[in-house]
């Protein structure tokens, strides 16, 4: 079975800017989890997406915004790039919401702002 | 509100000692905790999860992890330390209908 995918690897982009990532989740799950990850600030919660809907969201500026799709596929979308978004985004799957569901990541995409 | 502590961020140990990573979570109800590992540039693999079966928990690459209720804690070993073990450890915990809360993580570094 394949595991979560995540496109691009690497992204290098400048102040203003806008950015989307995508992410294939594991073939069934339907849950979608974003998570950005810095140096300082550790793994923070972005958003989580259940059959197309958003069901948690962190504490995250309005710049940053999510999708899910019909097949579970989802994206996000950070508006106006700013040089703190620069970190890894991981996404990570599970088969469903209830507790007890690990979630299984992908590889992250590394986003840098110039 | 969930939340999830690990006692050190850095961690060294000499290639076959014991490794002890320690995990600690509030939560009103009891949780469901899970540690996972991260090699550079690579995602979070899970290494194990605890949902209230059995106390002990045996996870992949000869970790486990033991949760004890009246410690609020769920700290991960492994009797001998591989070179290969040396990563970024994180443990996490969970709740119905809530997302996944992180510690901010335990990076193990293994000496020769």
């Known amino acids: 079975k394949a595991g979560v995918t995540q496109t691009p690897r690497y992204l290098i982009k400048t102040r203003g800017q806008q950015v989307t990532l995508s992410c294939s989740p594991i073939?069934?799950?339907?849950?979608v989890s974003w998570y950005q990850q810095t140096p300082g600030q550790g793994l923070q919660f972005l958003f989580e997406?259940?059959?197309?809907?958003?069901?948690n969201k962190g504490n995250f500026p309005g710049r940053f915004s999510g999708r899910q799709f019909s097949n579970s596929r989802s994206e996000m979308n950070v508006s106006t790039l700013e040089l703190g978004d620069s970190a890894l985004y991981l996404c990570?799957?599970?088969?469903?919401?209830?507790?007890?569901?690990?979630?299984?990541f992908g590889d992250g995409t590394r986003l840098s702002i110039l | 509100a969930q939340s999830v502590t690990q006692l050190g961020s850095h961690v060294s140990v000499s290639e076959g000692a014991l490794v002890l990573l320690r995990c600690n979570y509030s939560?009103?109800?009891?949780?469901?905790l899970f540690w996972y590992v991260q090699y550079p540039n690579q995602g979070l693999q899970l290494l194990l999860k605890?949902?209230?079966?059995?106390?002990l928990v045996k996870g992949i690459n000869g970790f486990e992890a033991e949760f004890k209720k009246s410690e609020t804690s769920f700290h991960l070993t492994k009797p001998s330390a591989h070179m290969s073990d040396a990563a970024e450890y994180f443990c996490?915990?969970?709740?119905?209908?809530?997302?996944?809360?992180f510690g901010p993580g335990t990076r193990l570094s293994v000496l020769p």
């Open positions: 990570a799957s599970s088969a469903g919401t209830g507790g007890g569901q690990p979630q299984h």
């Open positions: 073939s069934g799950h339907r849950s």
């Open positions: 997406y259940f059959s197309e809907t958003q069901r």
């Open positions: 939560s009103s109800v009891p949780p469901y």
């Open positions: 605890y949902t209230s079966a059995a106390t």
């Open positions: 996490a915990v969970n709740n119905y209908g809530q997302n996944f809360v």
